[in-house]
């Protein structure tokens, strides 16, 4: 009984707190000249179902299950934006991050910039296909032991990458930057630690295919320099500045309301 009621009389509270902020943010916005149409609700919705991958009639029936309707929906998603446009014009905009600030945080969370042995890799791909049956997958493998031997004649690797190589890095030249050791198929990493600079693997197979690796660049363990993790640390850091100040910014906006909360 008594416990029950303080939840729900808690629940009803932060709903109405949340609907009164709604409101406030409406009104500031409206008086700053943001506005959000219901295309701008549209698109973002359709965005939100994209990403999700689901249909708007799962929405729909999801929606009933929670008890609540599509209009209920749209207008979080209404006021999500205009909270969003709200910081951007508010908050974000007066936010500057001192380049002191930036090193303290770096020096503060060096065990997150501890980068692991990496390597730069190049790959020659022959990808299987989904369903792969032995006969395809022996075809595969025989053409792949052709493209290693042609390497071993001398062949370029950049012509045969050119010719061959199948996969998301075969634009690049088969190039897949630096990449830490656990991050690649077991049986490529292995092969990759016992290669040194310029050295190329035998054929390599693993679950997506046939794979012949050169190795460009090592790099030891150690700490990423500055430079490479700033704009994730700028981030960061003006993500917690912001969420601080909007808590801050509201608290104002609802003193300057002073709405009554008769309950």
Same mark, same amino acid.
């Given at each position: 009984?008594?416990?029950?009621?303080?939840?729900?009389?808690?629940?009803?509270?932060?709903?109405?707190?949340?609907?009164?902020?709604? %409101?406030?943010?409406?009104?500031?916005?409206?008086?700053?000249?943001?506005?959000?149409?219901?295309?701008?609700?549209?698109?973002?919705?359709e965005?939100?179902?994209?990403?999700?991958?689901?249909?708007?009639?799962?929405?729909?029936?999801?929606?009933?299950?929670?008890?609540?309707?599509?209009?209920?929906?749209?207008?979080?998603?209404?006021?999500? %934006? %205009?909270?969003?446009?709200?910081?951007?014009?508010?908050?974000?905009?007066?936010?500057?991050?001192?380049?002191?600030?930036?090193?303290?945080?770096?020096?503060?969370?060096?065990?997150?910039?501890?980068?692991k042995?990496?390597?730069?890799?190049?790959?020659?791909? %022959?990808?299987?296909?989904k369903?792969?049956?032995?006969?395809?997958?022996?075809?595969?493998?025989?053409?792949?032991?052709?493209?290693?031997?042609?390497?071993? /004649?001398?062949?370029?690797?950049?012509?045969?990458?050119?010719?061959?190589?199948?996969?998301?890095?075969?634009?690049?030249?088969?190039?897949?930057?630096?990449?830490?050791?656990?991050?690649?198929?077991?049986a490529?990493?292995?092969?990759?630690?016992?290669?040194?600079?310029?050295?190329?693997?035998?054929?390599i197979?693993?679950?997506?295919?046939?794979?012949i690796?050169?190795?460009?660049?090592?790099?030891?363990?150690?700490?990423?320099?500055?430079?490479?993790?700033? /704009?994730?640390?700028?981030?960061?850091?003006?993500?917690?500045?912001?969420?601080?100040?909007?808590?801050?910014?509201?608290?104002?906006?609802?003193?300057?309301?002073?709405?009554?909360?008769?309950?």
């Open positions: 009984g008594m416990q029950r009621e303080k939840i729900l009389a808690q629940a009803r509270e932060m709903a109405l707190e949340k609907l009164i902020d709604n %409101i406030l943010l409406e009104q500031k916005a409206a008086k700053l000249g943001i506005t959000v149409s219901d295309e701008d609700v549209n698109k973002a919705m965005g939100l179902l994209r990403d999700k991958n689901i249909s708007v009639d799962t929405l729909m029936a999801t929606l009933s299950k929670e008890g609540t309707t599509l209009d209920e929906y749209k207008n979080e998603i209404r006021s999500n %934006i %205009i909270r969003g446009r709200l910081v951007e014009k508010e908050i974000r905009s007066k936010t500057t991050i001192p380049e002191k600030e930036i090193g303290e945080y770096y020096s503060k969370h060096r065990d997150q910039y501890e980068g042995e990496a390597t730069r890799i190049r790959q020659i791909l %022959i990808l299987k296909p369903n792969c049956d032995a006969k395809t997958r022996e075809t595969l493998r025989t053409k792949a032991g052709m493209i290693w031997q042609r390497l071993k /004649d001398g062949a370029s690797f950049d012509l045969l990458v050119t010719e061959y190589s199948q996969g998301p890095a075969a634009r690049s030249g088969g190039d897949l930057g630096f990449v830490e050791q656990g991050m690649m198929f077991p490529v990493d292995t092969a990759v630690s016992n290669l040194t600079k310029g050295e190329t693997s035998g054929v197979e693993t679950p997506v295919g046939f794979h690796i050169r190795v460009v660049d090592k790099r030891g363990a150690g700490l990423k320099p500055l430079e490479e993790v700033r /704009d994730e640390i700028v981030q960061n850091i003006e993500n917690e500045k912001i969420n601080k100040k909007y808590r801050e910014w509201l608290k104002e906006l609802r003193e300057q309301s002073l709405v009554e909360i008769k309950l």
